[in-house]
């Protein structure tokens, strides 16, 4: 069996997949903290690889950038390869002082701009959430790394360069919005529509308000306390996945 998406076949996944953005971190991934992992879809150049951490499988496949991209990989993955979480390894903006550059963000909620929920038919807001077990796992695991972290909203917004990102990013500010990155809100979206588990885990690569930046050596350093947390979490869920 394959998508259009994606070449692998059912079972060569593993219950839990962690989804950078990038391909190239994807592999990283694989290359740096996985044993024995092999390349199980390329299509796209869109790495997905399986292979084990501490001895439990694990996947890791790129979802893109932006919720069409993620809605398409992570609805794949869930319907049809039997994935159970999904957990998004990124980068975000932080839009609040409390919430520094090379800190990680774990979205409790994600709030969009986009349209994605009108699919539903819904008459209301739907309120996109990560499934508390990986939330809970992911907590324990930053706790017992000594990273800095934050437990809060993200916002996933369809334009990386908006019009108006001041007033916006302010207003998303009062609401005690953490960070704005783009993927999160698709993906909580398709693991609730779909029964499954997910959470995303974010390391702010950037502040929007001052302007700070992360250096390349140093995300490569913070995106690597990302993908321990990213793996531990995976970790503890493993063994039928989180329910
Ligand atoms: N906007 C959206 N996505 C992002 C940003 C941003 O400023 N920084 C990192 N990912």
């Not at 070449?7 to 839990?16: D, I, L, R, V």
């Not at 090379?102 to 309120?127: E, K, P, W």
Request: glycine letters at 10%; one cysteine or more; charged letters at 20%.
């Amino acid at each position: 069996m394959s998508t259009p998406h994606n070449s692998a076949e059912k079972g060569e996944f593993a219950k839990t997949v962690l989804m950078p953005g990038d391909p190239l971190r994807a592999k990283f991934v694989a290359e740096i903290f996985l044993s024995d992992a092999r390349l199980v879809n390329n299509v796209r150049g869109i790495g997905g690889y399986t292979g084990t951490y501490k001895g439990c499988p694990v996947s890791v496949m790129a979802s893109g950038m932006g919720m069409p991209s993620m809605g398409i990989y992570s609805y794949e993955l869930f319907s049809f390869y039997d994935v159970d979480n999904i957990i998004r390894i990124g980068s975000a903006g932080s839009i609040r002082e409390d919430v520094r550059v090379r800190d990680l963000v774990l979205g409790i909620g994600a709030c969009t701009n986009s349209n994605y929920a009108s699919q539903y038919g819904l008459h209301g807001t739907f309120a996109p959430t990560a499934s508390w077990p990986l939330l809970s796992a992911a907590v324990s695991a930053a706790d017992r790394l000594g990273v800095r972290y934050h437990v809060g909203s993200l916002l996933s917004s369809d334009t990386f360069y908006n019009d108006d990102a001041e007033e916006a990013n302010e207003a998303w500010r009062r609401m005690g919005v953490m960070a704005i990155e783009m993927e999160s809100a698709a993906l909580y979206m398709n693991a609730a529509r779909t029964g499954k588990n997910a959470l995303a885990v974010c390391t702010v690569s950037d502040h929007l308000i001052t302007g700070e930046a992360t250096t390349a050596e140093e995300r490569q350093t913070t995106f690597t306390a990302m993908m321990k947390v990213a793996l531990e979490t995976a970790l503890a869920v493993s063994g039928g996945g989180a329910s």
